[in-house]
């Protein structure tokens, strides 16, 4: 079955770090753009970060660069997202797509100040 599955969300306090993991199964990503998403509530969803296995290249929304970065394990299949500094305006529903078309389920992030 092809599928991306995320985890790694939870709650924390302002100024804390997560990492999030999007795996992938029944394909490999190295032919494709992986992207992560967020969505928070009444808000529309929008790219954050994207990694481009195939020239290592990356891209960050304006309002994580500096403190999310993005990295992958090709062994493991599995692309991360490292995120420091974490604001309350970061709380959303995060999800990894692939090429464009394919979606993970979301995993959480809470952010109290």
């Known amino acids: 079955e092809v599928q991306l599955v995320e985890s790694g969300g939870g709650s924390v306090q302002a100024g804390g770090s997560l990492r999030l993991s999007c795996v992938a199964s029944g394909f490999s990503f190295d032919d494709y753009a992986i992207g992560w998403f967020r969505q928070a509530p009444g808000k529309e969803r929008e790219e954050i970060s994207c990694f481009v296995t195939t020239t290592g290249s990356t891209w960050y929304a304006d309002s994580v660069k500096g403190r999310f970065t993005i990295d992958s394990d090709n062994a493991k299949n599995t692309v991360y997202l490292q995120m420091n500094n974490l604001k309350p305006e970061d709380t959303a529903v995060y999800y990894c797509?692939?090429?464009?078309?394919?979606w993970g389920q979301g995993t959480q992030v809470t952010v109290s100040s």
């Open positions: 797509n692939a090429a464009g078309a394919l």
